[in-house]
């Protein structure tokens, strides 16, 4: 294996293990298996370039091409020329899938689904890494910086990983730029030649080579890279001022002691569509409880109160000590009925969420560990790393019971709450609002207009509960699901939300799980398809006020069924009975159907559950490797002849050995690689002139002068010595007389023969004849063992006799 070869090699694994430090960013580690494959054929087409002695920017540029090449087949070959050739709707397609994947880095918190737009920043990104890496180390022979992109690669997966950021994928990452800088100093080594230090260095050398062992130097360079690698891992430990950095565990903005901090605000709303669709469901929490009702037993962890048109997130809120008692829930008035009780919860070993699943609102929680409260959204959050894997915690929380009179009557809620929470972005579609303002047309109050969108999602709106539905990013994310009417719980709290901002009613999105499953010994089992999200909407005197928009899912509050207020009949401002109010001799299913029997689809009218497959691109698990095997196929098999003629010439003039045998071999394969390089430039053998008469023949036909010339006659000698002489005399230089007659036949070519001669050399013709002869000989062996096996005199089997002439 060659030196250049080696650092190829090396530079790959090293960008494959500091890659490797992504992979808990995402929730599933596919990603990488793809990205292996393609980081491969662009080092593949590095090593090509290479070997073809194209210019080094060419190079890079032929790697580069590679590259965006490789992500068209696997990201958009449908906007792709046969596939594979990237044109303006390819980049439009990257443009459109980094936007998603943008909005989901946004709206995901890690590990994040493996979304289109994701993979493809990610893949990206380690491709782009990886071109620097081989081009700094392999084509310019400079192993030292690149260091620099691969920790970069690092740093920011680590910076985005936070607490999963091990010591494992910081060990892995410096190993390869360790082993990448060995190679290169075992390369440099090996160009001086080999090592002496005196008789007994040079016995211990050549002792240390026979055992397989590396030489001094080479261990030298390891020894300095393990002592720099243990240097690095155990001081940031031993000194605590450096306790700050990449391998830190510690989380920044959450403090402890009884002084303030701040939450950053980072979107908490974990994949609810990933949770959904899991092929397995798991348990993720057990509760039991003192409520009579547990079809309201929602367990809700966080608000999500900034919309921003194209998702909801959580805003930079102050958090403080977990006080003893939790204050009064905004807005609550002492008239509404309220009803205390008590929930017991334990956590499972494999949940883990920085956000504490509670009944809303809770007035007292009894836990240990490093928990934070954050007043605006009356949720805990972890400090420090603390996290709700295996805790067991109590909670004392309200029952809120308000009536359909209560909110029919709410006063106007405060004018800071109106203001930060009826806020709506510009770019907001103008059919958000107008669609709002036509369903509660003749609404007297926002109490009623809060009914009429949620009836108009769950019973009359011709909607659909599907969790198989892309969930779409950008503004026209809503627009789109009005259209359609389908999605699943995300689409439907986040729409109705944001329809009641437009409509002036304060509103936010709360996220948590759904009540669950009643066991045998009275607990309640939540799993993770049990994850779900509903709108909050505020009345003053009731505080922040559930409703179910989502069709199947969960439960209807009672206060959200109301009998009409008393009016006047004949009034017509007065409010239309909804449907989900409407009498009607078969009961209606979101009134008389729980929660659990809804999640293990008793209800005779329940949405059926669809049949769930992954959501990206498309296409089946094995089409995009297929793809990817016929773009490699296409690159290369048009390479083939000049990868064999340059194994064939490093094959030739590469041969070793001291012995008589040895020197004759070498100039023998001299001179078949001058007729073969001759035979490429336009100049075919002629097997019947001897060694003297082809070098004239391909001095005369090659246009040869000078060196070139006589480095050819001199080859020619060589054979004749070779061949001819008692005590033929050994040739010497004959590897760089090959070379001064190659570029003697290419300077005395034209441009187009240099480059047929590089690129599709006539004497890989070679390599058909070998086949074909090998064949032959295949076959006549194959007759020759049937026949061996014939009994003998059978008539018609008799081999023929050869003539000769």
Known sequence: MSGR?????????????????????????GWLALAALLLAVQFGA??????????RPLTLAFQALVGLMLLTVAFARQEALLGVVPGPDVLARFGELLSQGGQDIERYAIPAPSSPGIELMVIGGVLTVGLMVDALAVTYRSAAPAGLPLLALYSVAAGLAGDSASVLWFLLAAIGYLLLLLAEGRDRLSQWGRVFGGASALRGAQTARSAGAPLAPVRTGRRIGVLALGVALVVPAALPALDDGLLSDSRSGSGSGSGGSTINAVNP???????????????????RTSAQDKDGMYLRFVALDQFDGTTWKTSERGVKDVPDRLPQPTGLSSSIATEEVQTNITASDGYRQDWLPMPYPATKVDIDGRWRFEPEGRTLVGDRGQNTRGVEYSVSSLLVKPTSDDLASAPRPPADIVAEYTKVPASLPDVVKETAENITVGARNDYESAVRLQDWFAVNGGFTYDTDVRSGTGVSAITRFLTDKRGFCVHFSFSMAAMARTLGIPARVAVGFTPGTQSADDTMSVSIRNAHAWPELYFEGVGWTRFEPTPSIGSVPDYALPEAPAADPSDPAAPQPSASQAPSEATSTLDTCRADQRQRGECESSAPVQAITPTGSGGSSWHLPLV????????VLPLLPVLWRMRLTARRLGSRGRTAEDARARTLQAWLEVLDTAWDHGVPPDDALTARKSAERIVLLGRLEGEAADAVHRIAGAVEQVLYAPRPQTATGLVDDVGRVRAGLSAAAGRWERLRARVFPRSAVRVVWAASARWGALVDRARTAVRSRLPRGLPGLRRPSRQRG
């Open 269 to 287: 709303l974990v994949s609810l569509q990933d949770s959904l669709n899991q092929p397995e469901d798991v348990e993720v929490l057990r509760y």
């Open 628 to 635: 990817v095997l016929a773009a490699l196929v296409v690159v």
């Open 5 to 29: 070869t080696r650092i190829a090699l090396c530079a790959y694994a090293a960008t494959l293990m500091a890659a490797s430090a992504l992979t808990p960013l995402l929730d599933s580690a």
């Open 46 to 55: 590095g090593a090509v370039g290479r070997r073809v002695s194209l210019a």
